[in-house]
């Protein structure tokens, strides 16, 4: 199980996106919704969408999920 946080602010092409706990990419803690412990990027992003549709995995963390 991994902590997951999704980016308040959208990329430039409207995605909020997930990232793994440790991510070298991690928005700073005042950017970010935890979205507690997932099994996998999968979970952690469908939570991230009840806060932003448009949300989409990280290409460095959660490379699996990422989409766009």
Do not use: W
Request: proline share 3%.
């Amino acid at each position: 199980m991994a902590r997951y946080y999704v980016n308040k602010n959208a990329q430039s092409n409207g995605d909020h996106e997930v990232h793994r706990d440790g991510c070298s990419h991690m928005p700073a803690a005042h950017n970010r919704i935890d979205l507690g412990e997932h099994s996998s990027c999968r979970t952690a992003v469908a939570k991230a969408r009840q806060y932003y549709p448009q949300s989409n995995g990280c290409f460095y963390c959660s490379g699996e999920c990422h989409t766009s």
